[in-house]
C-alpha cells in the first residue's frame, strides 16, 4: 500500500469504462517491454486487508493464466508484503541480468479517484500511505485505487469491500493478459510480413 501523489501526471483508467480493458492493453502494447525474457511483475499486499489485495489478487490470475510466460512474485497463495519485499528486491537486484520490474499495487487517495487505474513510468512507494519506510519498487507502476487516503488508514483499508479490489483486479488481469496476446499476434503478424517479402524477392 503506498501514498499516491497528485502532481505526477500518470495514465489514469476508471476500472468501469466501456471498454476499459481494450484500453489498457493498448496503453500496456505501448509501454510494456514484453520482448524482454526478463520481465517481472511485483504484486504487492496481502490478503489478511481485503483493501491490500489488489496486488495479490492480479498475481493470482496472472501466474494462474497458462501459457503467461514472465514471472510472477506477489500471490494470495505467497504474497509480496512488508515483511518480505526487502529480501525479494535485493534477489531480483543481485542478478546478472537485472529484471524490468512492473510494480502493482492498491493504494488510498481522493473519494472521486477510488476505482481509477494509475499507470505511471517509475517505481511506486509501497508502505507510504500508512506511514511505513519500504524502498521503493518497479520501472513501471500500475496503481489502484481502493478507498480514502488521509484518515486511519488501516482501518480504511480493513474494511474496504473486497468486491472493489476483485473487479479491479480483474480488469487489471486482464487488461495485461490481453496486451501479451496482441504482442504475440505482432510478432506473428511481422513474421508472416517477413516471410512473404523475402518470397516476393526469390
Known amino acids: 500500500m503506498f501514498a499516491y501523489s497528485s502532481q505526477l501526471q500518470p495514465e ?24 524482454k525474457s526478463n520481465l517481472t511483475f511485483c504484486c504487492i499486499g496481502t490478503d489478511r486487508s481485503t483493501g491490500d489485495a489488489l496486488g495479490p489478487l492480479v498475481g493470482t490470475w496472472l501466474s494462474e493464466h497458462p501459457s503467461f510466460p514472465y514471472e510472477v512474485i506477489g ?13 525479494n528486491i535485493e534477489t531480483l537486484q543481485a542478478r546478472t541480468i537485472k529484471p524490468y520490474v ?10 472521486e479517484k477510488i476505482g ?7 517505481p511506486l512507494f509501497p508502505g507510504k500511505a500508512v506511514k511505513k519506510e519500504l524502498p521503493s519498487i518497479g520501472d513501471l507502476s500500475i496503481k489502484g485505487i481502493v478507498n480514502i487516503g488521509g484518515f486511519q488508514e ?13 473487479d479491479m483486479g480483474k480488469i487489471l488481469s486482464r487488461g495485461l493478459l490481453l496486451a501479451w496476446q496482441r504482442h504475440q499476434m505482432k510478432l ?3 513474421s508472416h510480413d517477413d516471410s512473404n517479402h523475402q518470397n516476393a524477392w526469390q
Open 116 to 122: 481509477h487505474i494509475v499507470i505511471e513510468k517509475g
Open 102 to 111: 512492473i510494480a502493482i499495487d492498491a493504494c488510498l487517495g481522493k473519494v
Open 188 to 190: 506473428i503478424r511481422n
Open 12 to 35: 489514469e483508467y476508471f476500472y468501469q469504462d466501456s471498454g476499459v480493458a481494450w484500453r489498457l492493453s493498448s496503453l500496456f502494447l505501448q509501454i510494456v517491454p514484453f520482448e
Open 75 to 87: 500471490t494470495l497463495q505467497q504474497p509480496l508484503h512488508a515483511l518480505n519485499l526487502q529480501q
Open 154 to 166: 488501516y482501518t480504511v483499508l480493513q474494511n474496504t469491500r473486497l468486491q472493489l479490489p476483485y
